[in-house]
């Protein structure tokens, strides 16, 4: 243990010493720092305190040196880590602190004390040396924290819970933070809580006028009803899918599967799209019935209908995935009970399967609920004057008038809101559930459904299911028309203007204009899919398998993300991000964050649901057997969690690709993405190119997903049944 | 703890086990001597468990300390215990080979692959699964998956070997082969091994002393022969070999005799006994005999329950003091349900212990 805390504070000397201490121009890995490494921006802090006069930075050094000194001349094991993870808390402590009180121009309290120092001149954010150091102070704190005796002496585990809770802190919690305190500041920066319940609860927010019939509703109010319809609406669809696909011998099952697919694949205004190609002014079929039935064209999509059918399509899917896992775990014992107390087909699923699908009827919606008050891109697309949370959020931010306080204060609404659903699915749904998979074969066969239900649910799904086919098939045929609704003639125009290319002198010159956020996007969601998966499945490991004080509250906080909107996020980072002691806008590295952040919910469940089924007593075999958990976790777990991996791995790429609502607010022209130009392609109107790069992206997903199925589909022949790999669960 | 240290004992000092408000472990102490095999034995919740896992690392200790080998290993994680664990549910890595997984303790442990490779050939020779080495664990039977676990386990050379319900995942009769097995083995080595189960047949088959554990803290320890001649509780009566607990009361106790009133009756037992007043007497259902003639010793009882085993016949009767279970050998007319009978009692072979509910 000694050894291991002497290598961190060698890297926490080193990052002191050695590496600039700021965030340096042209970036890190331009290495510009390095020829003139002593400037008062490129200098380590070791060079800062001397030549620069910047003294507080010297409380990392000090107490990296006085860990030192501590595990060298202080000899009972037990005090000599007490007293190493209270220097190296000090340490962290202080250079956090330092962090947020200098800023930019100079200290923000305590302005009398640090009068006449260097300290007015100010600093800027944090870069690799402060980084290194931090890390290596963490690691010293964690690692003696394991001297005492705490997560059984082990640490690596701990090393681990202080990274994640660091990380979670840092690029979850404090961005948030931003959001709560900007609400209460005026415009100018100043501190006055008395603003924030007029601004919370004012009625251009709260505002019910479509309802009583004047005017319209504040976006609080919409925001809510679509959930509240939504999250109706998918969950009796995704049922009626859910129970076709698992009690009846309906034909096309596999086509159902697709529908499991198609969500994840989808960037989320794309369906907005094609329904405008549909039902918009200058849509196929508002054509048709203008013709047919000489029904006026209007703009009735754009509006509560329009974003409301676009959710229907985008969220069933997702209802489905939840339900067809509900509906499949109802134990078939209970319904054969059922039937041999003489209850009919109809009977038996009216008093016995329905009431114990409850507790996932109401999952399901909570689900649909979260993701309607989140959903971004159909709003934008679609929202016309109908204003949800959070394309206002938006508006307020790039808008005419930014107003940054408004869109906090929206953002505040729109978080109560989804955390309220988060947490009422959380106490509600978690203890009542009427679990009925044992984990025991449970044999016998699921009651066939009754004539009636079996019709209601083909009368509902399978209309629905064609129009989700149309919907989608329009996204191929408007990439081929000239001008959708106007000249409908073929033409490969949009693909060659987005993706264009020349050979030129022999080389190959790329023309099209969407290569570059192309590339970016395939490039960024590259460095993000590793990541994702690799937090995600070590937060999972972490609370499978390790128990520590606080597990609860951990677990609790690496799911909150999930119920963080993509907008608000996206806020709340910019909010955050865009000063010392973290200024990270404008960079790519904040957009690999944000994903890692965004998507890490989705690898722990998966890696929870993966590690689950691995027996307990095997890592502790391994560690019996004298390996380190790290040695267990690479030779043990993480070859059986392989499956598992890859799926939180491609699931994590290609949400990466998808993602809209919090990637707005942080792409630049420099590192712009795909869904963010596609965005800015349907703002000024030019649908064909849009939709053909849509097409392409979804191309894109597919074969990476097709190729990661190809590739861990040949693993699993060689696997054993007691480790039959589990596809990560969704959200 | 003056005595020397030796490896491969193992000592708890009032230990003691919390999980939040839920107490697993009272204030244990014990000691075990090196190449002894000790059993823990009791009802599930007792704590053996908890104590196994303490042994190896797997939990660390509210309170008290843990010495092997004489060092304080208390604050030890289970990597650097010298301990090895075979697990109920044997934990063989399923994507390994059977030679890997034997391997695997000595190869993360810095030996090279060829060394350990055949260092983990000789383990599997030992447990008798010589050639099996590139077989993975899923194309073995439950019986050589049980000898993989074990071999895994030994080829580590541990100071100490424990073994968690090591024979609950087989047929009863692999079940006695493999247990011979791993005494023999115990014995070979002569490898101080701690052995967990709840089968009190398979303690007393294996082992050289019994640690029986209830309610989270040792009720009574001994040789097997100790716990069945000697119970010093109802509890253990109960538990060590079946018992009927028949209430009575020690009117006089003197060094070779005991006097007391059982049923109404006036009793002697040629032993001596420490109880007065109320008190149980242990009544094995082998040592009674159903006689249809009264005597001084032979109590009343009407045949409500009879099994016939073949070998052994069952009986449930009601007498007056509570229902007793006799088991006698098969006789060409058994009693038949209903019939008056009279169950006779051995004093030489009746034990008392102090009266005090068996729980459970």
């Given amino acids: 243990m000694k050894r291991i805390i002497f290598q961190w504070i060698a890297v926490g000397l080193a990052g002191f010493c050695l590496l600039p201490w700021y965030m340096v121009d042209g970036g890190f890995w331009s290495f510009g720092w390095i020829t003139d490494p002593a400037s008062p921006e490129n200098a380590p802090a070791l060079l800062q305190i001397l030549l620069h006069g910047r003294w507080w930075l010297a409380g990392a050094l000090l107490a990296l040196l006085a860990a030192a000194l501590v595990q060298l001349l202080v000899k009972p094991p037990v005090r000599a880590a007490r007293l190493t993870a209270a220097v190296a808390a000090l340490g962290l402590g202080w250079t956090t602190l330092q962090g947020l009180v200098i800023v930019r121009h100079g200290p923000r309290i305590l302005k009398d004390l640090l009068a006449g120092t260097a300290a007015e001149q100010g600093q800027i954010g944090f870069g690799a040396g402060a980084a290194v150091t931090l890390l290596g102070l963490l690691f010293v704190l964690t690692t003696a924290i394991s001297g005492m005796g705490k997560g059984r002496g082990d640490a690596f585990v701990t090393g681990m819970i202080g990274l994640i809770v660091s990380l979670v802190g840092v690029f979850v919690f404090y961005p948030v933070a931003h959001i709560l305190i900007s609400a209460f500041q005026t415009s100018a920066g100043a501190f006055e809580p008395?603003?924030?319940?007029?601004?919370?609860?004012?009625?251009?927010?709260?505002?019910?006028?479509?309802?009583?019939?004047?005017?319209?509703?504040?976006?609080?109010?919409n925001s809510l009803m679509l959930a509240i319809a939504a999250g109706v609406g998918t969950t009796a669809l995704g049922l009626a899918f859910a129970l076709i696909?698992?009690?009846?011998?309906?034909?096309?099952?596999?086509?159902?599967?697709?529908?499991?697919?198609?969500?994840?694949?989808t960037p989320p205004f794309v369906i907005g799209l094609a329904l405008i190609l549909l039902f918009g002014r200058a849509g196929a079929a508002t054509a048709l019935f203008s013709d047919l039935f000489g029904i006026e064209k209007s703009r009735w999509l754009y509006s509560f209908w329009g974003i409301y059918i676009a959710q229907l399509l985008s969220f069933t899917p997702i209802a489905f995935l939840v339900l067809i896992g509900v509906v499949e775990g109802v134990s078939p014992s209970m319904e054969e009970a059922s039937q041999t107390l003489n209850a009919n087909r109809w009977q038996t699923f009216r008093y016995v399967s329905l009431p114990l699908m409850r507790p996932g009827l109401a999952a399901a919606f909570l689900l649909g609920f979260i993701e309607s008050l989140a959903d971004f891109g159909n709003p934008l697309v679609l929202g016309g004057n109908f204003n949800v949370l959070s394309t206002e959020i938006y508006f307020s931010i790039v808008g005419a008038v930014a107003n940054p306080a408004r869109a906090a204060t929206l953002a505040i609404v729109l978080l109560v809101l989804t955390l309220g659903a988060f947490l009422a699915q959380r106490r509600w749904v978690g203890t009542k559930s009427y679990a009925t998979v044992t984990g025991k074969a449970d044999s016998g066969a699921h009651v066939a459904l009754s004539r009636g239900v079996k019709w209601a649910c083909y009368l509902t799904a399978l209309p629905w299911a064609a129009f989700t086919a149309i919907v989608y098939s329009m996204i191929i045929f408007g990439s081929f028309a000239k001008l959708w609704g106007y000249d409908n003639s073929f033409t490969l125009e949009h693909y060659i203007r987005a993706f264009g290319m020349k050979l030129k002198n022999g080389a190959l010159k790329l023309t099209g204009v969407a290569w570059d956020s192309y590339f970016t996007t395939l490039e960024i969601a590259s460095i993000a899919a590793p990541l994702t998966a690799l937090v995600g499945l070590a937060t999972a490991y972490l609370l499978v398998r390790q128990n520590f004080r606080g597990k609860d509250a951990f677990e609790f906080s690496t799911m909150l993300s999930f119920a963080i909107p993509g907008t608000v996020i996206g806020v709340s980072y910019v909010l955050a991000f865009n000063f010392p002691p973290i200024e990270l806008t404008g960079t790519a590295l904040i957009l690999i964050i944000v994903f890692v952040f965004r998507n890490m919910p989705v690898g722990v469940r998966g890696g929870i649901a993966a590690m689950s089924q691995l027996d307990k007593s095997l890592d502790e075999a391994s560690i019996t057997l004298g390996a380190n958990s790290f040695t267990t976790v690479r030779r043990v777990i993480a070859p059986l969690m392989g499956p598992a991996m890859v799926a939180a791995l491609t699931y994590s790429f290609v949400r990466a690709i998808t993602s809209v609502s919090?990637?707005?607010?942080?792409?630049?022209?420099?590192?712009?993405?795909?869904t963010t130009f596609i965005v800015g392609r349907v703002e000024n109107g030019d649908y064909g190119l849009a939709i053909a790069y849509s097409a392409v992206l979804i191309v894109t997903m597919l074969a990476v997903i097709m190729a990661t199925q190809f590739l861990f589909g040949r693993r699993r022949l060689r696997r054993e049944n007691r480790i039959e790999p589990v596809a990560a669960g969704r959200a | 703890m003056g005595e020397k240290p030796e490896k491969g004992s193992v000592v708890f000092e009032d230990v003691v086990k919390r999980y939040g408000e839920v107490t697993a472990l009272k204030k244990l102490s014990l000691s075990i001597e090196p190449g002894e095999l000790v059993t823990l034995l009791g009802p599930s919740g007792c704590g053996k468990t908890t104590t196994l896992r303490l042994i190896a690392g797997l939990e660390s200790a509210t309170e008290g300390r843990i010495l092997i080998g004489g060092e304080d290993v208390t604050h030890l994680s289970a990597t650097y215990r010298k301990v090895s664990m075979v697990f109920q549910s044997y934990a063989l890595f399923p994507h390994m080979s059977v030679i890997e997984n034997v391997a695997y303790g000595l190869t993360v442990s810095g030996i090279p692959r060829e060394k350990a490779h055949a260092k983990a050939e000789e383990g599997l020779e030992m447990v008798g699964l010589k050639g099996f080495g590139q077989r993975l664990p899923s194309e073995l039977s439950g019986g050589q998956q049980q000898r993989v676990a074990v071999a895994r386990a030994i080829v580590l050379e541990p100071e100490v070997l424990l073994l968690d319900e090591p024979l609950s995942n087989l047929d009863a009769k692999l079940r006695r082969r493999v247990r011979e097995e791993i005494r023999q083995i115990q014995q070979d080595l002569g490898l101080t091994t701690v052995y967990v189960t709840h089968d009190q047949e398979e303690a007393m088959a294996v082992s050289d002393?019994?640690?029986?554990?209830?309610?989270?803290?040792?009720?009574?320890?001994?040789?097997?022969h100790d716990l069945y001649e000697r119970p010093n509780s109802a509890f253990i009566a109960d538990f060590i070999g079946d018992a009927n607990l028949a209430d009575c009361e020690v009117i006089a106790a003197e060094e070779s005799e005991t006097k007391l009133n059982l049923g109404g009756r006036e009793i002697t037992l040629p032993h001596g006994a420490a109880i007065t007043g109320p008190a149980r007497l242990v009544l094995r259902p082998n040592d009674l005999a159903l006689t249809s003639e009264p005597g001084p010793l032979a109590f009343p009882a009407t045949v409500s329950y009879v099994a016939y085993l073949g070998n052994q016949i069952q009986y449930t009767v009601q007498s007056e003091f509570g229902e007793i279970f006799v088991i006698s050998p098969p006789v060409a007319q058994p009693f038949g349900v209903g019939d008056q009978v009279f169950v006779e009692i051995d004093p030489q072979k009746a034990l008392l212990v102090p009266d005090e509910p068996v729980g459970k």
């Fill in chain 1, 194 to 221: 008395g603003l924030f319940i007029p601004r919370f609860f004012s009625a251009d927010i709260w505002g019910i006028g479509c309802l009583v019939g004047q005017g319209s509703c504040g976006p609080a109010i």
């Fill in chain 1, 245 to 265: 696909f698992t009690r009846t011998n309906f034909a096309a099952k596999p086509l159902l599967r697709v529908l499991t697919v198609i969500p994840i694949i």
């Fill in chain 2, 209 to 224: 002393r019994i640690i029986v554990m209830r309610n989270a803290e040792i009720a009574q320890a001994g040789t097997p």
């Fill in chain 1, 662 to 674: 919090a990637v707005i607010f942080l792409y630049t022209a420099k590192h712009n993405m795909a």
